[in-house]
């Protein structure tokens, strides 16, 4: 399983960019996806969360409303359209992705749920 991320970058405080994660050697349909950061030195925060659908998503209280997670399970790939982007933003991003469990809402927001990682994307974001 791969998970390659993309689409980090520069950017002005009040634009947008969305990131891409490409899954390969997983079925995309059974899994549930997820975005997290990490900022230097802090440790790696949640930021979105999706279900195996899609139909179903959450968001960290500093990015609801401003970040939409979603994907294309015909092209195994995962998305994250942030908008309003703010500095402190700025961050490493990471996609993950772990199979779908009937108990997966109930800690979507840490780190155990997910059985693969991205590399990361560099997402910069100036005032």
């Known amino acids: 399983v791969r998970l390659q991320a993309c689409g980090g970058g520069l950017v002005q405080a009040g634009g947008s960019l969305r990131l891409s994660c490409v899954a390969s050697?997983?079925?995309?349909?059974?899994?549930?996806m997820g975005w997290f950061r990490q900022a230097p030195g802090r440790e790696r925060e949640f930021v979105s969360a999706?279900?195996?659908?899609?139909?179903?998503?959450y968001y960290s209280r500093s990015v609801k409303g401003r970040f939409t997670i979603s994907r294309d399970n015909a092209k195994n790939t995962v998305y994250l359209q942030m908008t309003g982007l703010k500095p402190e933003d700025t961050a490493v991003y990471y996609c993950a992705v772990g199979l779908h469990t009937s108990d997966w809402q109930s800690y979507y927001s840490s780190i155990a749920p997910y059985d693969y990682w991205g590399q990361g994307t560099q997402v910069t974001v100036s005032s």
């Open positions: 999706g279900s195996d659908t899609g139909r179903i998503t």
């Open positions: 050697g997983l079925t995309p349909s059974r899994y549930v």
